[in-house]
C-alpha cells in the first residue's frame, strides 16, 4: 500500500467516532476502572473479596481479647476472548480504488464494520456472563417486561436492597422490546406523569427508582434444561446456603442460568417461591446425585430431604445489577514488534480501544483489527434477572 496506517489516521479516527452499531448498554454499565493493562490474555486478574463480618459480645475486661479471624476471597478474572476482524487488499486493487479516489473511504467502511462487529460480539458475551452470575430471577418467563406498569422495576430495586447492595449506580440493561412497552407507557410519554417531555422527546430513558435504564442487542434467549425430579438430599439445606444437594433427577440437564424453584414436593419443608438462578450446575446430571451452586446470598428458605426442585421455562435475560457487581477486562492484545507489521492503536467514542494492524505480504497486505476481553460476576447478590 502506497499510504501508511499514520498518513491514514485521521480517517481511521474519524472512522471510530462514527462507527454504526446495535444498542449496547452492558459495556457502559460496568465496572472497568482498573489497571488491566499488564494481565496478558489466558491470565487473570484477581479481585477481593471481603468476607461477611462475625458479631461477638463485648464484655469490659482488664486484658484484651485477639479479634476474629478472617478468610478473604478472592475472584479471577481472565481475559478469555483474543478477537479479531480481517481484509485482505492486493496491490493491484489498492491502486484501482486510489484511482478512484475511494481507498480512504473503503478503509474508513471496512474499519466501522470491524469495530462494530467486535463490540457486538462482546456485548453479547458480557450479557452472558452477567445473566449465568445473577442471584435470582423476577417476573414472567416468556412475557416482555413493562407491559402496563413499571413495577418490575421497585420489587428488583427491593431484592437488590436486600441483598446489601450499594444501590449507588443501578443499572438495567433491556431488550428492544421490553424498552417497546416502557416508552408506551403513560409515566414515560405524559409529561404530567413523567415530570418531563424528556424521554418523549429524545427516546432516552431517565432514571427510574435509581435504575439507569439501557438497551442491548446483546440480551439472549435462555433455553433451559431438561432435568425433571431431582429432590434435595436426606441433610436438607439451611437459609444461605449456596451449594444445593439433590439426590438425583429422572433424566435431563442443568445449565448454568437455569432459574430454579424449590417446593415442598414429596418433603415437609416450606415452598419456597423464590427464583434462584443456577450459576453453575456443577455435579448434577441425569439420575445421578450432585450438586448445583446458586448465586449469593443463596437460600432464603430452608429445605429439607425430598423437597423438589424444578426449572422455570425458557427466559430473555433482561438484567438488573449494581455496577460494582461486575468487572470487566477489555484492551488490544499484543503483538511482537516487527518490520512486516505496523501497528496503530485506535480509540472509540466509548472509550475502547482496537489494534489495527497492517502487515506486508507479497504483492497483497491483509488488514486486522484486535480487540482482546474477559468480564466476570463478583458479587452475584448485587444481580436479578428480570425475566421476559
Known amino acids: 500500500m502506497s499510504n501508511t496506517l499514520t498518513a491514514l489516521a485521521p ?3 474519524s472512522a471510530a467516532k462514527e462507527v454504526a452499531q446495535e444498542p449496547i448498554g452492558a459495556l457502559g454499565s460496568i465496572n472497568m476502572n482498573f489497571d488491566s493493562k499488564g494481565v496478558a ?6 479481585v477481593p473479596i471481603a468476607p461477611a463480618a462475625t458479631l461477638g459480645t463485648y464484655s469490659p475486661a482488664m486484658t484484651t481479647s485477639a479479634g476474629t479471624d478472617a478468610i478473604a476471597e478472592s475472584i479471577a478474572v481472565s481475559i478469555t476472548a483474543n478477537r479479531n476482524a480481517t481484509w485482505n487488499l492486493t496491490a493491484e486493487q489498492q491502486r484501482s480504488l486510489e484511482n478512484g479516489g475511494t481507498d480512504k473511504e473503503w478503509l474508513s467502511q471496512m474499519m466501522k464494520q470491524g469495530m462494530r462487529a467486535l463490540r457486538n460480539e462482546a456485548e453479547a458475551a458480557l450479557c452472558s456472563v452477567i445473566y449465568k452470575g445473577a442471584s435470582r430471577a423476577y417476573g414472567t418467563a416468556g412475557t416482555a417486561p413493562f407491559a ?12 437488590l436492597k436486600d441483598n446489601g447492595a450499594p444501590m449507588a449506580d443501578l443499572q438495567m440493561i433491556i431488550d428492544t422490546n421490553a424498552g417497546l412497552n416502557a416508552r408506551k ?11 418531563t417531555d424528556s424521554e418523549r422527546r429524545t427516546g432516552q430513558f431517565l432514571r427510574q427508582f435509581g435504575f439507569q435504564l439501557k438497551e442491548s442487542a446483546g440480551i439472549s434467549a435462555h433455553t433451559k434444561g431438561t432435568a425433571t425430579g431431582f429432590q434435595i438430599a436426606a441433610a436438607g439445606e439451611a437459609i444461605g446456603q449456596t451449594t444445593l444437594s ?3 433427577g429422572d433424566a435431563g440437564t442443568i445449565i448454568a442460568g437455569d432459574v430454579l424453584v424449590i417446593g415442598s414436593g414429596g418433603g415437609s419443608g416450606t415452598a419456597d ?3 434462584y438462578v443456577i450459576n453453575d450446575p456443577s455435579t448434577l446430571t441425569g ?8 448465586g449469593r446470598p443463596g437460600l432464603k428458605i430452608a429445605h429439607v430431604n425430598d423437597d423438589e426442585g424444578v426449572l422455570g421455562a425458557n427466559y430473555t435475560a433482561n438484567l438488573a445489577f449494581e455496577r460494582s457487581a461486575i468487572v470487566g477486562v477489555m484492551r488490544p492484545p499484543l503483538i511482537n514488534p516487527s518490520p512486516l507489521i505496523e501497528q496503530m492503536l485506535i480509540t472509540d467514542d466509548m472509550g475502547l480501544s482496537y489494534l489495527l494492524c497492517k502487515i506486508v505480504g507479497d504483492g497483497m497486505v491483509t488488514l486486522r483489527l484486535h480487540l482482546a476481553y474477559g468480564f466476570k460476576v463478583i458479587n452475584s447478590e448485587y444481580v436479578v434477572n428480570l425475566l421476559g
Do not use: R
Request: proline share 2%; aromatic share 6%; net charge negative.
Open 11 to 13: 480517517t481511521l479516527f
Open 41 to 46: 490474555i489466558g491470565d487473570s486478574v484477581t
Open 148 to 159: 402496563t406498569t413499571i413495577d418490575e422495576i421497585p420489587n428488583i430495586y427491593k431484592m
Open 185 to 195: 407507557l403513560g409515566i414515560i410519554q405524559q409529561a404530567d406523569q413523567a415530570g
Open 246 to 248: 439433590f439426590d438425583g
Open 273 to 275: 417461591t423464590n427464583k
Open 287 to 294: 439420575a445421578a446425585a450432585g450438586n448445583v451452586i446458586i
